[in-house]
């Protein structure tokens, strides 16, 4: 994924040439650097992945979790709708 985002390439040219060393093989060095932020976003992305499902699971396992989540999310899904309504019904009569 970060490699088609134009915001990580840009970063990676304008930020990350300030620690390559005087070799001849920076393009290396660069591409050396790259791939330690690919392995950190990596781990980053599988530990929050882990925890998550490690949420999931413990929620999923107590009933009374999982009716106040549910209970929650429709009261979020009902401020939405009444903002939402109240701004459209704002718009039209305006």
Avoid: C, Y
């Avoid at 490699?3 to 070799?23: E, S």
């Avoid at 992305?45 to 999923?60: C, E, V």
């Amino acid at each position: 994924m970060n490699l088609t985002n134009p915001k990580v390439m840009l970063f990676f040219l304008a930020f990350l040439p300030h620690f390559l060393g005087r070799t001849a093989h920076s393009t290396i060095q660069l591409l050396m650097l790259g791939l330690v932020f690919q392995l950190i976003g990596l781990i980053i992305d599988l530990l929050i992945g882990w925890t998550a499902g490690s949420f999931r699971d413990k929620a999923l396992a107590r009933p009374g979790v999982l009716r106040v989540m549910t209970f929650t999310s429709a009261g979020v899904f009902l401020v939405l709708a009444v903002v939402v309504g109240t701004e459209a019904a704002r718009t039209l009569a305006g």
